[in-house]
């Protein structure tokens, strides 16, 4: 069970009491409206927050101080959720019940992190310059190696070809270009700023009491003069005329991205019926996509689909010969109209309400699961726990399916070939 605690206007603790772990968990995240002048700053934070504090002022002074807490770990967060993007810290450590008599991890863990991010070391009115630049040299590396991954960069722009009206096509890393241009103190200042107004939301998994937990961040939570701007409510895709790109680069296969739109969202009382479609879809290797167009047909190398619930979008990849292109997305298409009109075995159904139960299993497998899905439905306003969704799934009939399968329509095409085609 979920317990949900205003620690004051924007500042919301959601705490997970669960015992079965002798690792317990917490997040804190700094909930910003995805922007292009922001994204790229927003994914930088993070990484510079854990490159030293006053009392801790590098690396190595950092791994020690969390050495000393039972080989405690903190790592950068940093999401896109619906027409948000976050930025903060995860800290995984050990329960209090399995420390040494005497010690504690939980405290001493939460002024650790209040030290992060607050006590970071300044100079000439804004972050080191070597912590910066020295992270912005990884952040760029990263993007572009996601870039050098045809598969995502495919993903990649076919998400900005259909998002070109809304926030959700934008990196949730943001570009290399921007990144470059960031200062020391414009990031500093660009801190300062989202510290005080963005909506904070902090996660909490181990076997302390919420109120304890509350407590522990208090004392953080006063350093920091608040001004909260409430953030607009989530929307579902942004309305723009279709596109359907063809892009040329030296790639030795090709990759089709198909764009699909819905209206129901996870905001929808349809959404475990679009779920357990995306699934019997495209959503792995007993799925329509992968049986029939992989298997059967042979068109291509691999194959799946993907539903962003916070939007309403369904996204296919596919692997394939260059000139398949034309043979795979009708091949697509004809499996979508099976499924809008109810060609759809018992043993289909089944197997894709199993697989999307089985996922749903497996979110309180660990401390990092609880958080990753609650922490992330609570921004998406998905108000099902995780037995509520199973539930939810379990009832899911064929005409359901049907009814969610005549709901996705075809928006954007993306599709990368080689130079000699």
């Given at each position: ?5 205003s620690l ?6 959601r705490?997970?009491?669960?015992d ?13 409206p ?9 994914a ?6 854990l ?6 002022p590098?690396?190595?002074?950092i791994?020690?101080r969390?050495d000393?807490?039972?080989?405690a ?18 800290c ?6 399995f ?11 939460v002024?650790?992190?209040e ?8 100079e000439?009115?804004?972050?080191l ?6 992270e ?7 993007i572009?190696?996601e ?18 009206e ?11 270009e ?12 660009h ?5 005080r ?37 989530q ?7 279709g596109d ?8 030795a ?38 049986v ?16 962003y ?21 009708e ?6 109209k099976a499924?809008?009109?109810?060609c ?5 159904l ?11 299993r497996a ?21 099902l ?6 539930s ?11 009814a969610a399968a ?16």
């Amino acid at each position: 069970m979920i317990e949900t605690i205003s620690l004051s206007p924007g500042v919301t603790l959601r705490c997970c009491r669960d015992d079965r772990f002798k690792q317990g968990c917490l997040s804190v995240q700094l909930v910003r409206p995805m922007t292009r002048q922001e994204s790229a700053a927003n994914a930088l934070l993070p990484s510079v927050l854990l490159r030293g504090t006053v009392s801790c002022p590098d690396l190595r002074a950092i791994t020690l101080r969390l050495d000393t807490l039972y080989g405690a770990s903190v790592s950068p967060l940093v999401r896109r959720v619906g027409d948000y993007q976050t930025t903060g810290l995860y800290c995984g450590f050990m329960d209090d019940r399995f420390a040494l008599p005497g010690d504690a991890v939980l405290q001493p863990m939460v002024k650790f992190l209040e030290e992060l991010l607050l006590d970071s070391p300044v100079e000439n009115g804004g972050f080191l310059e070597t912590f910066v630049e020295s992270e912005k040299k990884n952040l760029i590396s990263t993007i572009e190696s996601e870039r050098n991954d045809k598969r995502v960069y495919a993903m990649s722009r076919l998400l900005k070809i259909l998002c070109r009206e809304d926030s959700f096509g934008l990196s949730r890393l943001g570009e290399p270009e921007q990144v470059s241009t960031i200062t020391p103190k414009g990031l500093y200042d660009h801190y300062q700023q989202i510290l005080r107004s963005s909506t904070m939301e902090l996660f909490y998994v181990g076997s302390a009491e919420s109120s304890r937990v509350a407590q522990l961040l208090k004392p953080m939570l006063s350093r920091i003069r608040r001004q909260w701007q409430p953030l607009s409510p989530q929307t579902g895709f942004h309305p723009c005329p279709g596109d359907n790109v063809v892009e040329i680069m030296d790639v030795a296969q090709g990759k089709l991205g198909m764009g699909f739109v819905t209206p129901i969202t996870n905001r929808d009382s349809r959404f475990p019926a679009m779920q357990v479609l995306n699934t019997l879809f495209g959503g792995g290797m007993t799925s329509k996509l992968f049986v029939n167009i992989r298997e059967k047909h042979s068109l291509c190398y691999s194959i799946g689909s993907a539903y962003y619930g916070a939007k309403g979008i369904v996204t296919v990849s596919a692997g394939i010969d260059f000139d398949k292109e034309a043979q795979t997305r009708e091949e697509v298409l004809a499996q979508l109209k099976a499924c809008q009109d109810g060609c759809i075995t018992p043993e289909e159904l089944t197997a894709a309400k199993e697989a999307v139960l089985s996922s749903l299993r497996a979110t309180h497998d660990s401390p990092g699961a609880i958080e990753g899905y609650y922490a992330t439905a609570a921004l998406s306003t998905l108000n099902l726990t995780v037995p509520e969704y199973m539930s939810a799934v379990a009832k899911v009939t064929m005409g359901d399916v049907v009814a969610a399968a005549r709901e996705l329509k075809l928006h954007s095409t993306y599709f990368l070939k080689g130079e000699s085609q």
